[in-house]
């Protein structure tokens, strides 16, 4: 139990830094579905790095910390002041785009803009579809939304107006829940476990530098550094060429080798080659990229060998990997992986409890970005209230309290690899919707249930990126500078709610203006993205099943083994293989990333052999320096795209 800390002065949160996280959302709000939807340029909101709104940090820092510090030399921004900005955009990153906005709209807009004859859709879902919470074609809704509005006439606002406002009232609740979660586990991971949280030691060394004379960080006078900025942004700068001048041959940037292939049946290792890739994982634990890479070989084998001996589980998932086999087998042990992380967190959860009840006055917890009490009412409140909602909009309350609580799980799992493995392209392997039908049955759900659980799966599905992570990640910020964690907390609960509404809007805007038909992006807006939910429901209705004994033996099989492994990392301190990678093993898009840490995993080897942790350190401003080349290049391409390849940009960045 934490002893109460002696009061101290606290750090004020400036107006200055609260106007730059501000700017941060409203950019980070346009510019990604902009970007991604409009001008096939680089996806900036699909992922867990964040990196618009770490380079718009960045930006600040060199605007105010060295370009206006030569003529007012006290308007330095601090540490907090480059936090701030950071968390806040961080806040509304992963909800623009894949996390939030695209998967929701493409849902909410698919039962009476797609429903035909041959589907059946108005068959089997008109009937349950409530009309709050559905968007019909009145007024054109819809088929303007596709085709963009005529010249003269007004975008039909009114339509649009009340489903989406229904919607929110399950989207901001379940953010806020995120947020709480956080708040909750923040102490255990940040101070009791001391997990390395490599994406944001990035940010860390640049706040911790900002103490010096010159108010930068050292290492950006560091040659090292700039050798590695020049390596990623040199090739995307070269390439660039080659955008006016086709005759110029384009640098394979991401590696396109063709796949290593043991034989018939088994699958393709991929080859690539990313630099941001190698540069985060320099910051990950040595057993964690071993793990990572050692599972995804015996993933590779495990498929290969059911392909040749004929072993197939019948029907597969969208938004599942490769094999249903694997699927269940990684969701089992991601179970488990999840229930091992709560279990050593018990007593700390615990103190949080008590605290909320009152029970336990000397936990103090001034320093988290919410009162423990408000977190733990807050998150019990809130499933109290989704499980209604969703059962308003016709889910049986078992079936809506599974449905949670497996996203949850889910929201928690990501959290901790991200936060242990700094992994910026990572997904479950399953959404929780898949792991509801197969663990109950289809033939045990109505209609009615079955119709509401499709059109959950834009709000309460995680597709690439999504919100937990980002306030997981920020809590670790927050240790840069003393008693400022609340206001922290309540500046990132409002980014994420302004950046979701804010993006949403606009997106719907774009999609009047231009027309959804005429976007980029050929997954959601009306095309297979769209479709799943509803058509994959219709596939389970039609052929009703029971609880399938087949995957959930694999999902015990995945568990058992999980726990072998974690039992045995916490008996060993030498065993070399952390589990993590186990229930990541040949998914997607994790297997677009592999390649690039397994080369990190062989220079650390070699580093440490040569010189120890010595030559770890020196090697850090390099490996900085890559990711920031990354950043910075990708930030020109995209420029450049919209100056001059209009609808025809270059995704350098983001896996689909």
């Known amino acids: 139990m934490k002893e109460a800390a002696p009061p101290s002065k606290p750090h004020v949160i400036t107006l200055r830094a609260v106007g730059l996280g501000l700017a941060s959302v409203l950019l980070i709000s346009f510019i990604f579905p902009f970007f991604q939807y409009t001008m096939a340029s680089s996806m900036l909101g699909a992922d867990h790095f964040h990196i618009g709104a770490l380079f718009l940090v960045f930006f600040y820092l060199i605007l105010f910390n060295v370009v206006l510090a030569r003529w007012r030399p006290s308007g330095r921004l601090t540490p907090q002041e480059f936090i701030l900005p950071l968390v806040m955009g961080m806040a509304a990153s992963g909800l623009t785009t894949n996390g939030m906005g695209a998967p929701f709209i493409s849902t909410l807009m698919a039962p009476h803009l797609l429903a035909t ?73 940040v101070e009791h476990e001391k997990l390395v949280f490599p994406i944001m030691q990035i940010p860390l060394t640049f706040a911790r530098g900002m103490n010096t004379e010159k108010g930068i960080p050292d290492f950006l006078t560091d040659k090292r550094f700039w050798i590695g900025f020049s390596i990623p942004f040199g090739v995307m700068m070269y390439n660039m060429i080659g955008y006016f001048t086709p005759i110029v041959p384009q640098f394979p940037y991401f590696g396109s080798a063709p796949p290593i292939i043991f034989g018939e049946g088994f699958p393709g290792i991929d080859i690539n080659f990313r630099p941001e890739i190698l540069g985060i994982s320099y910051f990950v634990n040595l057993d964690v990229l ?37 699927d269940w087998q990684n969701m089992g042990a991601f179970v488990v992986f999840v229930g091992w992380a709560l279990w050593r967190a018990r007593f700390h959860i615990k103190n949080v409890i008590a605290k909320a009840f009152g029970r336990a006055p000397g936990v103090d917890d001034s320093d988290e970005m919410l009162s423990y009490r408000v977190a733990v009412f807050g998150f019990l ?13 016709g889910m049986s309350l078992p079936i809506a309290c599974f449905l949670l609580a497996g996203v949850f799980v889910i929201y928690i799992g990501v959290s901790r690899i991200v936060s242990e493995a700094g992994l910026p392209f990572v997904r479950s392997p399953m959404t929780s919707q898949v792991l509801v039908y197969y663990s109950v049955g289809s033939v045990n759900m109505s209609m009615q249930t079955m119709t509401a659980i499709a059109q959950t799966y834009g709000p309460l599905s995680e597709i690439k990126s999504t919100f937990m992570p980002a306030f997981v990640q920020s809590g670790k910020l927050a240790e840069i500078g003393q008693r400022w964690h609340r206001g922290l907390g309540w500046a990132m609960l409002a980014s994420a709610v302004i950046g979701v509404v ?113 030559l770890y350190r020196k090697g850090q401003p390099f490996f900085l320096g890559l990711i920031f080349g990354v950043a910075t290049g990708v930030m020109i391409v995209m420029a450049v795209d919209y100056i001059w390849f209009p609808h025809n940009g270059h995704q350098i960045y983001g896996i689909d």
């Open 117 to 189: 004859p041959e589907n059946q859709w108005a068959a089997y879902f008109y009937p349950y579809l409530k009309p709050y919470a559905t968007v019909t074609n009145e007024g054109n809704a819809l088929t303007w939304l596709v085709d963009g509005v005529p010249p003269g006439a007004s975008i039909p606002w009114s339509v649009w107006g009340v489903p989406l406002f229904w919607w929110l009232t399950l989207i901001i609740p379940l953010i806020f829940m995120a947020f709480c979660c956080a708040v909750i586990l923040r102490r255990q991971w």
């Open 290 to 326: 071993a793990g990572f890479w050692f599972f995804y070989m015996l993933g590779i084998m495990q498929v290969g060998v059911a392909n040749r001996i004929g072993y197939v589980i019948p029907g597969q998932d969208n938004y599942t990997s490769i094999n249903p086999m694997l």
């Open 381 to 393: 409140i809130g499933f109290v209230y989704i499980v209604v909602w969703l059962n308003q909009l």
């Open 502 to 614: 804010v993006s949403l809007v606009w997106t719907l805007y774009l999609g009047f203006d231009q027309g959804t038909r005429q976007f980029t992006n050929g997954w959601w807006f009306g095309r297979i993205g769209s479709t799943i939910p509803y058509d994959e429901t219709l596939v389970k209705a039609r052929n009703p099943f029971g609880p399938d004994v087949e995957r959930l033996t694999f999902f015990g099989i995945g568990g058992t083994l999980m726990f072998l492994f974690m039992s045995l990392r916490a008996r060993m301190p030498r065993w070399p293989l952390h589990p993590l990678g186990f229930m990541l093993s040949y998914s997607w898009p994790a297997r677009a990333i592999v390649s690039s840490m397994f080369i990190c995993w062989l220079i650390k080897n070699v580093m440490m052999w040569v010189g120890g942790i010595e």
